[in-house]
């Protein structure tokens, strides 16, 4: 047999070394992908809550539906409310639902803190209002109350709005209407 010319062998190399780097090219590009698509299933799972969790210590905008929005700093979160500083000794307890949206909340997200933290739930919340016995307004719909949280059900919250002398009236307001609980 005759000797290859010259440079025969150095083009298969060549060739050789340019099919591996292909190769590592697409399997490089097959794990970016992998990657991508698990970012976004991961991010597909990803609450609301989540995310305001997260925001824990931060000062937020929050736009609830048929009222201003309320700007404070995110104190406690949980699946039905938000809890928000407004000053030293102000808080609102915000119905998770009634949030129409959050500007700048940021893209981190925290898990719930598990079980004990599910069942932390509205009524939960407002009867810890309610035995405190403070001075409260209520947003519900577009109604503005202002007196005490006298019962807590299941479903709803009673509002003692004062009258004159000793007397007052009594608002039932579902939760479903309710936009925040504002104290202080």
Known sequence: MDPLPYGVGMRWEALFQDMEAQLQADERAAVRAGVAELVRAERATVRTADRLRAAVGRQLRVQVVGADAVEGEVVDVAEQWVLLALGPSRRVLVRAAAIVAVA??????????????????????????????????????????????????????????PGPGRTGLVWTVPFDALVWVRTG
């Open 104 to 161: 700048d909340v940021g893209r981190q997200a925290q898990p719930d803190g598990g079980v004990v933290e599910r069942r932390l739930g509205l009524g939960h919340a407002l009867r810890a209002l309610a035995r405190d016995r403070s001075p409260v307004g209520v947003r519900a719909g577009d109604v503005d109350l202002y007196g005490r949280l006298e019962a807590v059900g299941a479903d709803h919250v009673d509002v003692m709005v």
